[in-house]
T-cell receptor, first 113, second 115 residues
Framework: GDSVTQMEGPVTLSEEAFLTINCTYT??????LFWYVQYPGEGLQLLLK?????DKGSNKGFEATYRKETTSFHLEKGSVQVSDSAVYFC????????????FGRGTQLTVWP | DVKVTQSSRYLVKRTGEKVFLECVQD?????MFWYRQDPGLGLRLIYF???????EKGDIPEGYSVSREKKERFSLILESASTNQTSMYLC??????????????FGPGTRLLVL
């Protein structure tokens, strides 16, 4: 079945460090891929998405490229800030599944000044 | 902006009580979802609804039921609360387009403690 595997946290970085959070997926067909972020005390919000192979999603300095050959959608940011501290979720959606998303387990990121 | 609201941020109930969690969205979305979030397990889908009075089981429906009498409101019901239902509950909605690009919008969550 459809599933998402993302690297376990927690991840702790100093401000301005480079960030990578790995995400791989298993799905039939051609899913769309998403990264959601959850700031402390809040619900999830969409960070970026990509809908076909080789697409790159980007937002707020974060990027992720849809790699079909490696079934991956790794999240990267060149220089993290304290305000990026949050939980990050990778997710996939297939068009035939009435809009439901399949989420990874989440990765806690803490950025220290 | 899409707004998804949940009736309570924090809730404390006793074992065996019937619990209602309410979710309302204000953007005329067709799809609505209930998830629970537990440390180390991520988000797990309990139920979802793609139209009024329509519902589909998610991955962990046992011990829960749902109601969608109006398009904007989706209720999660714990018929007889148990301690293993202590969790964060998240509601989400999406437009309902038959395509790949659809975004889900989340409420702030209800943290439920069952004693």
């Amino acid at each position: 079945g459809d599933s998402v595997t993302q690297m376990e946290g927690p991840v702790t970085l100093s401000e301005e460090a480079f960030l990578t959070i790995n995400c791989t997926y298993t799905a039939t067909g051609y899913p769309s891929l998403f990264w959601y972020v959850q700031y402390p005390g809040e619900g999830l919000q969409l960070l970026l998405k990509a809908t076909k192979a080789d697409d790159k999603g980007s937002n707020k300095g974060f990027e992720a490229t849809y790699r079909k050959e490696t079934t991956s959608f790794h999240l990267e940011k060149g220089s993290v800030q304290v305000s990026d501290s949050a939980v990050y979720f990778c997710a996939l959606r297939r068009g035939s599944t009435l809009g439901r998303l399949y989420f990874g387990r989440g990765t806690q990121l803490t950025v220290w000044p | 902006d899409v707004k998804v609201t949940q009736s309570s941020r924090y809730l404390v109930k006793r074992t065996g009580e019937k619990v209602f969690l309410e979710c309302v969205q204000d953007m005329d979305h067709e799809n609505m979802f209930w998830y629970r979030q537990d440390p180390g397990l991520g988000l797990r889908l309990i139920y979802f609804s793609y139209d009024v009075k329509m519902k589909e089981k998610g991955d962990i429906p046992e011990g829960y039921s749902v109601s969608r009498e109006k398009k904007e409101r989706f209720s999660l019901i714990l018929e007889s609360a148990s301690t293993n239902q202590t969790s964060m509950y998240l509601c989400a909605s999406s437009l309902g387009q038959r395509g790949y690009q659809e975004t889900q919008y989340f409420g702030p969550g209800t943290r439920l403690l069952v004693l």
